[in-house]
Nanobody
Framework: QVQLVESGGGSVQAGGSLRLSCLASGYGYSSRYCMGWFRQAPGKEREGVAA???????RYADSVKGRFTISQDNAKNTLYLQMNSLKPEDTAMYYC???????????????????WGQGTQVTVSS
């Protein structure tokens, strides 16, 4: 079982930055996982924001491309999401997720992932 714990959320003004972290632990976790960040705003469906796997690199939703950067530190078993130039529409609960395999064409679909964190709230004010 893999456990994921997010941190780093908070409240910022538009144009500001935040860095989210997701610490992974548990039996079987390794760098050979597809790791993703999702978000869910009130009344909206959960959407994939970014994903990373070691061989193939990073993927981003068009809405965050150029503003968000996903990365991972395998020595620390930690996934990051650097969020710059934040907008009010980025306000949501952010979740990290893990799939035991490579990211594929379904990386933005929540059913693709085996494990989920509890989420961290990001609020961007105008």
């Amino acid at each position: 079982q893999v456990q994921l714990v997010e941190s780093g959320g908070g409240s910022v003004q538009a144009g500001g930055s935040l860095r989210l972290s997701c610490l992974a632990s548990g039996y079987g976790y390794s760098s050979r996982y597809c790791m993703g960040w999702f978000r869910q705003a009130p009344g909206k469906e959960r959407e994939g924001v970014a994903a990373i796997d070691s061989p193939l690199g990073t993927r981003y939703a068009d809405s965050v491309k150029g503003r968000f950067t996903i990365s991972q530190d395998n020595a620390k078993n930690t996934l990051y999401l650097q969020m710059n130039s934040l907008k009010p529409e980025d306000t949501a609960m952010y979740y990290c997720a893990a799939f035991q395999g490579l990211c594929g064409g379904s990386w933005r679909r929540d059913y693709f992932y085996n494990y989920w964190g509890q989420g961290t709230q990001v609020t961007v004010s105008s």
